[in-house]
């Protein structure tokens, strides 16, 4: 397996993570009962809990744009060292992003972001 196609698998663990991360802020803010129900009328999660959650959606809507180039640098023959390198700065900018965003440090935060973009645009550019 390729490495970009295993940092792809890596991401999904990632997203994983954070999901339980964001879920046991949420039970620290709401505790355990509003959220085995249907969450309607959930409080807006404040502080470490909706960081946590907004840092998950955010890895969300970028994992599906690092998950379509990689698999298209796959299936199309188009991997290699650089799309690796457009990988890896992805993946470990967005463990960086993580740890700042529910640490709270708002212009690192964007920084890693940054990064994070710049390794999906060099794999991007690998397939134009």
Do not use: C
């Not at 959606?57 to 199309?76: G, Y």
């Not at 990988?87 to 740890?99: D, G, H, P, S, T």
């Amino acid at each position: 397996m390729s490495i970009d196609l295993k940092l792809l698998v890596w991401s999904a663990a990632l997203a994983v993570v954070q999901m339980l991360v964001a879920v046991i802020g949420a039970q620290m803010q709401v505790g355990l009962p509003p959220l085995i129900g249907n969450r309607e009328d959930l409080p807006v999660m404040k502080g470490f809990a909706g960081r946590a959650s907004r840092a998950h959606r955010n890895m969300l809507e970028s994992l599906v744009l690092f998950a379509v180039l990689v698999l298209v640098a796959q299936v199309t023959g188009k991997a290699n060292a650089t799309t690796a390198l457009g990988a890896e700065l992805f993946f470990w900018a967005r463990v960086a992003y993580a740890l700042v965003y529910w640490a709270g440090i708002p212009f690192l935060r964007t920084g890693v972001w940054a990064v994070s973009i710049v390794g999906l645009i060099i794999i991007f550019a690998q397939l134009i």
